[in-house]
């Protein structure tokens, strides 16, 4: 007989993954500082809530079994070669915050000329401002949000932009949230939040990529809020190695006619998890949450999504495409609330799937809950093979059949970042992912 | 040696016999119509000649410029110089016109062991074809077919044809779905590309094409065979006295 496991007893992965928290390593005193306060909230929802488990709807299709068995710490600097770290890093002109393990890096990082009214601070140094504390944690209730509660726990760096009233970033802010784990398995847990004034705008590129090692475990916590009439182009560039685990829970609040762009591209070769919550909490807001994945190889991408109508006369684009290759799997789960006040909403939601072998594995999940009676809502779901008239159109061209499912799988996924607004950033990761699949023209993704 | 030999051809579609024993013989230069009423064939054979599956060969064989073309597959007839003129063109969204031409032409550059073009030649190269033709090049900028009219689609598959080169083109029901100006802009394309080495096999329902593209041979095609063959001026005879009256003669 086993004996009955103790009340609130943190399961031991979650006590291994809280050790690495300030202040909650043996011997060290009472926990202080300005983000003390939020870590204890976060420890405290975290113990509460436990690790996810499949039992939890939202968590359906993602299992974290695999993260259990590993034996992580928090980051340390052994070994870290900048070098190596520099030359991994993507290329974009933009302003450049490097993340690395989570902390902020001043010297790969570059923030030369930022104009007037736009700061990029390490979060613990914003903390003085009031309007960055009072913000700070505020956009997720810990209590729904666990791997957020977990973040939180640990939370003692990060990076904050904030674009004052009728100011612009005049280039993209560049986050590249870097894992290096030279050694030993390594957790962290990335923070970034974005505030965007009155008027303001800005582009914000997040690239969360991996160098090849131990095991790491990405826990990254967006929150972005919008005030009325500002603009944000988010996009999303996930690249890690194979054994990485890169989870993310991002919130964005939109007051009046805010405009959000927002895109994510999932290119890992390990399991990646996307928790996005948008709320059009304002009128005349657009919000867009677009995004294309490359499952391959044994990766696992997970899309799991809520726009919150929260105000009348509001419109949402949603429109997530995926190609799933090899033994991979891609989940999308998409809810759209339309609460009773969004009358004159006008929601649309798509997830299209393309399965490129018998093991690979798409599943879908669309939730519309409408609580308005004028509303226009749709959604759609398809997943599927390769067309085989386009196919015999290709070849009956000349080109041999393996390229002819190259370009049409490339298609596919260029046709899903047309939705990205921003050209730059547009044209930067589509010539990423071209790089990217271009072994499919040789033979087969590695 | 004739450029395309096709003898006793059967073939059937999910497991239905359409075609029933076809002999054609074209030779480099010719242009020949197929012409027959819905449900003949006429299709059938095109798909059967460009190797689509789903169309079962079971019995008699295809020789084309000496090969046995039933043997290859659909990019190896291609890349040997047969070119099907779709009834249907494909749209393709996401695969811009230029980037799937420039595939098509290096694919065949390469099987004939001539270097690939690049991005900048193949540009020139496509240009100077369109140029020929008296098209411009610009829905080559846009995905392959998507959004296209009719006249727009055949004018795509002509543009294609000019710029592959083909030895034998077959022009499936190239007509269909056209006025009669853009049935004009086509045709004219398709004269500007006879030629000594050339043959066609224009396949259609209709004598309408066939006033702006005038064949050498025609032959009428019934219930999966070759019921009568002879010159344009047979065409003209389906078109004033219909396809009963042949069908019942040959009866």
């Known amino acids: 007989m086993t004996e009955p496991v103790k009340e609130h007893a943190p399961e031991p992965a979650l006590e291994r993954l809280l050790d690495a928290a300030p202040g909650t390593g043996a011997g060290e005193g009472a926990d202080r500082g300005p983000l003390a306060k939020l870590r204890s909230d976060g420890k405290r929802a975290v113990l509460a809530a436990g690790l996810p488990t499949q039992k939890s709807e939202p968590w359906k299709y993602t299992s974290l079994n695999a993260l259990r068995k590993i034996e992580w710490s928090g980051p340390t600097a052994d070994g870290a070669d900048f070098a190596t770290v520099q030359a991994a890093l993507p290329d974009l002109d933009a302003y450049t915050v490097v993340l690395l393990n989570g902390r902020f890096d001043p010297v790969l990082s570059d923030l030369a000329g930022l104009p007037k009214g736009v700061r990029v601070l390490p979060l613990p140094e914003a903390m003085s401002d009031t309007a960055v504390s009072d913000t700070l944690a505020s956009l997720i209730p810990l209590g729904n949000a666990p791997m957020a509660a977990l973040n939180t726990a640990h939370l003692d760096d990060g990076v904050l932009l904030r674009v004052d009233d009728g100011k612009a970033l005049d280039k993209p802010l560049h986050v590249i949230s870097v894992g290096y784990a030279p050694s030993s398995p390594t957790s962290f847990h990335p923070r970034i939040l974005i505030q965007l004034g009155e008027n303001a705008e800005a582009v914000v590129v997040e690239s969360h990529i991996g160098l090849d090692g131990a095991p790491t475990f990405s826990n990254t916590v967006v929150e972005a809020v919008l005030a009325p009439s500002s603009r944000l182009g988010h996009y999303k560039l996930q690249d890690q190695p194979a054994e990485s685990f890169d989870l993310s829970t991002t919130a964005i609040r939109c007051a009046d006619k805010a405009v959000y762009d927002g895109f994510t591209l999932s290119l890992g070769r390990g399991t990646m998890r996307n928790d996005v919550r948008l709320t059009l909490d304002g009128e005349r807001v657009e919000g867009r949450l677009n995004g294309a994945y490359l499952g391959h190889l044994s990766s696992h991408v997970d899309n799991t999504t809520f726009i919150d109508h929260a105000k009348p006369n509001s419109t949402s684009r949603e429109v997530f495409k995926g190609v799933l290759a090899d033994a991979s799997r891609g989940v999308f789960q998409g809810k759209i609330l339309v609460r009773p006040d969004a009358q004159n909403t006008d929601g649309h939601q798509l997830n299209k799937s393309l399965l490129l072998s018998d093991k690979a594995e798409a599943d879908s999940k669309p939730e519309l809950e409408i609580y308005a009676d004028d509303v226009r809502c749709s959604h759609g779901a398809t997943i599927g093979a390769l067309d085989d008239d386009q196919l015999f159109y290709l070849r009956a061209r000349g080109i041999d059949a393996a390229t002819a499912r190259a370009m049409l799988v490339q298609a596919f996924l260029m046709e899903a970042l047309d939705e990205i607004r921003k050209v730059s950033v547009r044209d930067a990761l589509h010539d990423h992912l071209a790089a990217r699949l271009q072994p499919l023209f040789e033979g087969g993704l590695a | ?251």
């Open chain 2, 1 to 251: 040696m004739a450029l395309l030999e096709i003898r006793d051809l059967h073939a059937e579609v999910d497991g239905k016999p359409i075609l029933k024993g076809i002999n054609l013989t074209v030779e480099a230069g010719e242009v020949h119509a197929i012409m027959g009423p819905n449900g003949s064939g006429k299709s059938t054979l095109s798909y059967v000649l460009a190797g689509r599956d789903g169309y079962e060969v079971t019995g008699g064989e295809v020789i084309y410029d000496g090969k046995n073309l039933l043997e290859l597959a659909p990019e190896e007839r291609a890349c040997e110089g047969v070119f099907l003129a779709f009834q249907y063109p494909v749209e393709i969204p996401g695969v811009a016109g230029t980037t799937f031409l420039r595939h098509a032409v290096n694919a065949k550059r390469k099987y004939q062991g001539v270097p690939e073009y690049d991005a900048m030649e193949f540009v020139k190269f496509v240009r100077g074809k369109a140029k020929d033709l008296n098209m411009p090049d610009d829905m080559l900028k846009r995905a392959v077919n998507v959004g296209f009219s009719g006249g727009e689609k055949k004018r795509n598959e002509t543009l294609q044809m000019a710029v592959l080169e083909p030895k034998l083109a077959i022009l499936d029901e190239t007509d269909s779905g056209l006025d009669i100006d853009a049935l004009k802009v086509v045709a004219d394309g398709v004269n500007a590309l006879r030629g000594p080495e050339r043959a066609m096999l224009v396949i259609t329902h209709y004598q309408r094409l066939l006033d702006y593209v005038v064949p050498d041979k025609v032959h009428v095609l019934a219930n999966g065979r070759i019921i009568k063959s002879g010159d344009k001026s047979l065409a003209l005879e389906l078109e004033e006295r219909g396809y009963a009256h042949i069908l019942e003669a040959a009866a």
